[in-house]
């Protein structure tokens, strides 16, 4: 995030100032007008907001250079200029954390990160929808589908697979995946079609005569509306978080106030502008966004290369800080001047842009009252507000395996040098100093002569090479082992589940054993992130759905609810999606190879058809549907589209009389 830019925009002379007029309103006034720029309650209620705002941020950035530290090995990055790390965290500026130039950074962290970020996703992934649900009482059960249906069509949308990817890759790394929920309208042009009117001609004829006429039937007709209505997560960088820092970061829910930073578009926030969307005070945005003030002395052509051509009436992007804040209204931001009446505590919503102007203030419109935001740590300590990520974790064993690692090379690579005795009057010296791969080296005429009389017997007489032992070898594969060994024990990714051999040959048996065991770790990470965030992310996407939909859509459903009423899509609304619903968590298991789901689920269909008793119906009535139980099996096996291969069979009464109509040919 860029630094706070000191702006008096009440200043003439400043860049994009807009001198504020009209702040004398009543206390009975509405709040976006009491909080017009420049009024006594804009000043109180911004400064309020940005002391919040810092104290949550001087909190989050004590982690901040363990977490640059860690992004940077991640990325592969070596800081030749950082001092030596010392064992309580400082650094001792006498030594370099390097002292080798030419340097790489061992890919341990992110060779790791991305085994186990690979084995969570999978558990995830392998459940269709990914988020599924069942209704809490028998009245709710068709209403779930139809809701978990909806929430696939909105996550579909919404890329489901990638913020997640990124919440749990943010979780690994820093011990901090932030996600941020809320409830978008995409407004827009749009385009309906209305029936032709043509003068004169009544209307159920117009169609006649359009086609006579060779024009099209119907007018289109562009207008302002909602294209789209859905459930929005997006994933928050842990470095633009706002925690409260008296709570652990994963109990959002139990601290006063949570925020984040964000970037957007002056377009994207004018189509949101009062009376279509929450923001107001748009006309006092600067006419240049912070990060471009900052470079403004900079020439024209330095500012294309940083920031692309820039068109004069490109506002460009601006730096918006939202904060959701428990407050007591009737005393917030002072008890002389308060934003509400009420004297009870309630969750209120607040956004302010380039740090000087408030755009957005009115009580949280959810009606589940919760703070939007969803936190996973991979280590969650309760009696802390910070725990460090799994990948984190690994810093000291990655520092020392770089070092060592490089120190290696540096050796290896003076070993590889070669090191000769000689004198430069029997060997030319300038074929020593400046050769190269198959390099020839000349003797000087004296050399050879006394070769050729017989004064000398051998090359080696004039010329000799100094034997050299690799003593670092050894000693290096064994430290390399030791270290990659516990980062392995610390993180359960071991060397089967990344699709490496061994160290040892070991059998099948044993390998599976390893595996399993390293599952059972990850199932555990895998539900703790399904309980303390996704769990309750999801709820909070049911009850925006049944609060907000206005919309009716088609939306395609599955098993039961399709064969009650005959086929895959449904129109929802508000109406059918309104019950009590209930996320149902992860098993937290490792899905198997879909080859042997396969051959399990072959052996069970064998089973159950050789049974008598399974093909009738049990005292509660009910029998083994054996074409479900296939076609689950085919689901397993990895085959998605199954009903496509199903078609309807006429009765034979309906084929014969199509045949003597001469409607169908047997074949």
């Known amino acids: 995030m860029m630094p706070p830019l000191e702006l008096d925009l009440l200043d003439a002379e400043a860049p994009g100032a807009i001198v504020p ?74 030594y370099d954390e390097m002292p080798f130039k030419r340097s790489i950074a061992v890919p341990l ?43 696939y069509y909105d996550q579909m949308n919404n890329k489901s697979f990638s913020w997640l990817y990124s919440h749990i890759q943010d979780a690994l790394t820093y ?53 789209r209505e859905y459930s929005h997560v997006a ?77 004069p009436g490109d506002r460009g992007a601006f730096e918006l800080e939202h904060m959701q804040w428990l407050i007591i209204p009737s005393e917030f931001p002072t008890p ?71 120190g290696y090379i540096e050796s290896l690579q003076r070993f590889l040098n070669h090191q000769f005795v000689y004198h430069p009057r029997f060997i030319e010296q300038a074929d020593l100093e400046y050769g190269g791969p198959g390099e020839h080296i000349r003797m000087t005429d004296e050399a050879v002569e006394l070769l050729l009389t017989g004064q000398a017997s051998s090359i080696e007489q004039f010329f000799h090479q100094v034997p050299v032992t690799d003593v670092i070898g050894p000693s290096f594969s064994n430290v390399a082992q030791f270290l990659h060994s516990w980062a392995q024990q610390a993180t359960a990714a071991n060397a089967p589940m990344s699709g490496m051999p061994t160290q040892t040959r070991r059998t099948a048996t044993e390998i599976g054993t390893i595996v399993a065991k390293a599952s059972d770790r990850i199932s555990i990470l895998t539900r703790l992130i399904d309980t303390i965030s996704i769990q309750p992310l999801v709820m909070r996407l049911i009850a925006n759905r049944q609060q907000f939909t206005e919309m009716e859509d088609y939306v395609r459903i599955t098993g039961d609810l399709a064969r009650r009423i005959g086929f895959e899509q449904i129109v929802y609304s508000k109406d059918n999606i309104t019950g009590q619903f209930d996320y149902i968590p992860t ?49 397993r096996s990895g085959i998605r589209n199954i009903d496509q291969f199903y078609f309807t069979v006429q009765p034979q009464e309906q084929i014969q009389q199509g045949a003597q109509a001469g409607n169908m040919v047997p074949m």
């Not at 030749?80 to 650094?91: I, V, W």
């Open 109 to 151: 962290q992110y060779a790791i990160m991305h085994v186990i970020l690979t084995q969570i996703m999978s558990i995830f992934a392998s459940r269709e929808p990914m988020f599924p649900l069942k209704g809490r009482g028998p009245e709710d059960y068709f209403s779930a589908q139809i809701m978990e249906a909806l929430l």
């Open 587 to 635: 098993s937290g298991i490792v899905p198997e190879d879909p080859a042997r789901q396969a051959m399990v689920w072959a052996n069970l269909i064998g089973m159950g058809s050789q049974n008598p008793m399974l093909m009738q119906p049990g005292p509660d009535g009910r029998m083994l549907d054996f074409r479900e139980l296939f076609n689950e099996a085919a689901r």
């Open 336 to 406: 002389h001047n308060p934003i509400g009446t009420s004297t009870n505590p309630e969750k209120w919503w607040f956004t302010w842009a380039e740090d000087v102007v408030i755009v957005r203030a009115h009580k949280a419109p959810v009606e589940h009252r919760k703070f939007t935001y969803a936190v996973s740590e991979t280590d969650s300590d309760f009696h802390e507000t910070f725990s460090p990520g799994l990948i984190e974790n690994l810093d000291g064993i990655q520092r020392a395996f770089n070092t060592h690692f490089n």
């Open 21 to 94: 007029a009209g702040l004398d309103v009543g206390p009975d006034a509405p709040l976006h007008e009491r909080l017009r720029f420049g009024s006594p309650m804009h000043g109180e209620l911004l400064d309020v907001l940005k002391k919040r705002r810092d104290y949550s941020k001087d909190a989050m950035e004590s982690r901040h250079e363990q977490w640059n530290e860690t992004r940077e090995n991640m990325r592969l990055f070596v800081d030749l200029e950082r001092g030596a790390k010392l064992g309580d965290f400082t650094r001792d500026p006498q």
């Open 175 to 227: 011990g901090c995946g932030v996600s941020f929920d809320s409830w978008e309208r995409d407004q827009g042009m749009i385009t309906e079609y209305q029936p032709l009117q043509i003068p004169g001609i009544p209307p159920q004829m117009t169609m006649q005569v359009a086609s006579m006429l060779g024009i099209p039937p119907v007018v289109p007709i562009e207008k302002w509306g909602v294209r």
């Open 235 to 311: 994933p928050i960088s842990p470095f633009n978080y706002y925690p409260d820092p008296n709570v652990p970061l994963h109990d959002v829910q139990s601290g006063i106030s949570a925020g984040h930073m964000f970037t957007i578009g002056y377009p994207h926030l004018k189509s949101k502008e009062m009376p279509r969307g929450p923001y107001f005070n748009l006309e006092f945005l600067p006419t240049h966004s912070r990060r471009d003030r900052i470079h403004e002395d900079k020439t024209e052509t330095q500012m294309e290369l940083q920031h692309g051509y820039r068109d």
